[in-house]
């Protein structure tokens, strides 16, 4: 294996590992985000519970108001109805107050529902209330037992980058920039080692990372040239065991 090939055997095991860490890194900030995120879909529903709690009390106060005034007025009839002079008069302001209390009725119906309404948006905003606290406990919990891991994984993360930037910089950047584009299609498995079947010749070829069959030109080639060859499949760059 020469020097090239060598020196990206060795970078991929760096990248797996940086890979690791990272993924390992995702999972704790996944719990901590998906915590964070129940809690706030529970305060935006909160926030809407409240603000139609706010509605149906203004709607309340309206009617209220309503309901006052058309009481004044019908007190107002009655006292009219009381000084009539003629029995058409008297009928008019009758038919008045009659038709007023209908719609009072019809108000204080309203009124009524909407107070229940608010009653049960009470009680819906405080088992909001009660469970977004209780959530916040466990975000403290989360967080808390997940801090000091994160923090150990950014420290390993920084200083394997640097180990990785390091080894790196021996690879020329043509080559550099095939490693890395087939690294990120792969979680970082960039390589992949060409397995020998067979006890005798002509042995069998295959890619050890997606094991489609290979040309023995594949093999032949990487015993005697330090060069990038790629799998015809999966495209990822091929090396063979020093004993292969």
Same mark, same amino acid.
């Given at each position: ?8 055997? +060795? ?33 935006? +529903? ?8 706010? =509605? ?9 108001? @309503? ?7 019908? =007190?107002?009839?009655? &006292? ?28 204080? @119906?309203?009124?009524?529902? &909407?107070?229940?309404?608010? =009653? /049960?948006?009470?009680? +819906?905003?405080? =088992? ?61 498995? /960039?390589?992949?080692? &060409?397995? &020998? ?46 004993? /292969?």
């Amino acid at each position: 294996m020469g020097p090239l090939i060598s020196a990206l055997v +060795q970078l991929q095991s760096i990248e797996l590992d940086l890979t690791n860490l990272r993924r390992r890194k995702r999972v704790k900030d996944n719990a901590v985000n998906a915590q964070q995120a129940k809690i706030n879909q529970h305060t935006e +529903q909160l926030e809407s519970v409240r603000a139609n709690s706010m =509605e149906r009390r203004k709607r309340s106060d309206e009617l209220d108001l @309503d309901l006052r005034a058309s009481e004044e007025h019908v =007190e107002k009839l009655r &006292v009219d109805l009381n000084s009539a002079k003629t029995n058409k008069e008297y009928a008019t302001l009758l038919t008045q107050i009659n038709s007023l209390r209908a719609d009072n009725a019809k108000v204080e @119906d309203e009124g009524l529902k &909407v107070i229940a309404e608010i =009653e /049960a948006l009470k009680q +819906q905003i405080t =088992e909001l209330e009660a469970l977004i606290a209780e959530e916040g406990k466990k975000l403290t919990i989360v967080q808390d037992s997940s801090k000091d891991e994160i923090a150990k994984l950014d420290t390993m993360i920084a200083d394997l980058t640097v180990k990785r930037d390091d080894s790196a910089g021996k690879i020329p950047p043509k080559s550099l920039a095939i490693f890395d584009r087939i690294a990120s299609n792969y979680d970082g498995e /960039a390589m992949a080692q &060409v397995e &020998v079947s067979g006890r005798k010749q002509p042995y069998s070829y295959s890619c050890g990372g997606c094991y489609m069959s290979l040309n023995a030109e594949h093999a032949n080639a990487l015993k005697s040239h330090d060069a990038i060859r790629q799998c015809d499949n999966c495209k990822r760059i091929l090396y063979m065991d020093e004993t /292969a």
